[in-house]
């Protein structure tokens, strides 16, 4: 397998200007799902890549933008694979705070930049450039492939899981990849295996019809900012513990590799607290650093008043929470919004509670059937162990994958820590572009020789 992959590495370094060219054409084409720009041209231009890399091709209808999957035979007996990955991109927010046109791909030392280089054009690429590679140097494919573009990503990929229920699920894929975000904070290459989900909520405390003179009015008109607060306070307690009955009873039980995963981890506590200003880490107090990014939170992200001004002497009108909780495995959005609701209409039933997005989360397992055969792949291409990284505190859209299809599912990650997607001058290292060709054909590779099944 070595030998095959390092064919590939040269058949990358011998390409370099054409395939660095092919992820500014991409990256050149809009495709921001949020208001359309460019997204019938994308869906084409999709397709067209996919077609490159010799998959037969699909845009699947969603009721909204096409999903565009590509499909690709396999030796009998390997593994069918798919990968996922998404060709809308953000909106490019204010144009003067980029140093170039966000769809006028430029390179500047070593990266380009551009909206969607690393989210997730050249991610997705890399992987396209991959199979690319490896049917050109070898005649075929190491596993059968499917790849999914999802055209809806950037706006919570509302069709996706439905897409993969009616068009993936029927063809069995025995686990899922993909290549989104950016590498460890060390800048060390990882393998991600599920993400926290979300669920956020407003829950809004009113009074009388207007703000009240608190002199003429204090002590007669009720104060909505003080049913809220007090309402706060009954759903968390001083040592962080979430006191909402039902919002924790499904969290699955770490795993014992996890554990492991997550004590190799690299790690300096004092130096992450200096980084953000703080001497001491949130309660619960006694949570590894990493285990808690792995555990369920209830956060207030933030705290208002109709009036929230100059401090004038009044009772205010509307008090409002906007909060969220971060999910783990085992958890469902819907069960943990009923557990919320039911918590505020019995402590405090003149407040409104409203839900708000939610993404599930997704987890597998490090003892899960291919994770050391993704591990060794990434190596063998990227020519440095992975971390092995058991849950993202943040959330993506991938429970679909898990949920859905009921596989393992792999995150390998070819983006630079600093690739300030979703905002201005959003850039990708084209090493990491380079190396995360090498490193997909590398982890086909592993897979082909792992049969599916014992
Ligand atoms: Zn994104």
């Known amino acids: 397998m070595q030998e095959t992959v390092e064919r590939v590495r040269a058949w990358v370094a011998a390409r370099d200007e054409e395939l660095v060219a092919e992820l500014a054409d991409w990256v050149a084409q809009p495709s921001v799902s949020s208001t359309g720009l460019g997204m019938a041209a994308a869906a084409a231009h999709g397709e067209r890549l996919l077609r490159a890399a010799g998959l037969r091709t699909q845009s699947v209808e969603t009721g909204g933008w ?3 999957v590509g499909t690709g035979d396999g030796p009998p007996g390997a593994p069918h694979v798919l990968i996922y990955g998404h060709y809308d991109v ?4 204010p144009l003067e705070q ?27 690429l ?3 450039l991959g199979l690319r590679a490896l049917r050109e140097l070898t005649g075929g494919l190491p596993c059968r492939v499917t790849v999914l573009l999802d055209g809806e990503e950037e706006v919570g990929s509302p069709n996706l899981a439905a897409a993969i229920r009616d068009r993936i699920a029927p063809q069995a894929p025995d686990l899922a990849l993909w290549s989104d975000g950016p590498v460890h904070d060390t800048g060390r290459a990882c393998v991600v295996l599920g993400v926290r989900g979300i669920l956020t909520f407003e829950l809004r405390a009113r009074g009388a ?6 002199g003429n009015w204090g002590g007669v008109a009720p104060n909505p900012a003080w049913a809220l607060v007090q309402l706060l306070a009954t759903m968390r307690d001083a040592r962080g513990t979430v006191l909402v009955p039902g919002f924790a009873d499904s969290v699955e039980p770490i795993s014992a590799g996890e554990r492991r995963a997550l004590d190799a981890l690299p790690l300096d506590v004092a130096a992450a607290m200096a980084g953000i200003g703080v001497t001491e880490l949130e309660p619960p107090a006694g949570l590894g650093f990493h285990q808690r990014l792995m555990a369920p939170t209830l956060t207030i992200n933030s705290l208002g008043c109709a009036d929230s001004g100059d401090h004038r002497t009044v009772i205010p009108e509307l008090a409002v929470a906007r909060c969220e909780a971060r999910l783990v495995g085992g958890q469902v959005p819907a069960q943990v919004a009923e557990a919320l609701r039911r918590h505020v209409e019995k402590h405090a039933p003149g407040v409104e509670f409203i839900p708000g997005a939610s993404m599930a989360p997704s ?5 899960s059937r291919y994770t050391e ?12 162990p992975p971390l092995l990284i058991p849950a993202l505190g943040g959330s993506l859209p991938i429970a679909a994958l898990t949920d859905e299809l009921g596989v393992p599912c792999y995150g390998v990650p070819f983006a630079n820590v600093d690739e300030t997607n979703h905002a201005p001058d959003e850039n990708l290292e084209l090493d990491w572009f380079r190396r995360g060709i090498v490193a997909s054909a590398a982890v ?6 792992r049969p599916a099944h014992p």
């Open 66 to 68: 096409p999903a565009l």
């Open 90 to 93: 953000q909106p490019p927010g």
């Open 98 to 124: 980029w140093t170039s046109p966000p769809f006028q791909p430029e390179i500047r030392d070593g990266r380009m930049f551009g909206r969607g280089t690393g989210d997730n054009k050249g991610q997705h």
């Open 126 to 128: 890399a992987q396209l």
């Open 209 to 214: 019809d207007r703000p009240l003179h608190s």
């Open 363 to 367: 987890r597998t397992l490090p003892e």
């Open 373 to 384: 055969t993704v591990l060794a792949g990434a190596e063998a291409g990227l020519a440095e």
């Open 444 to 449: 086909q590779l592993a897979l082909g020789d």
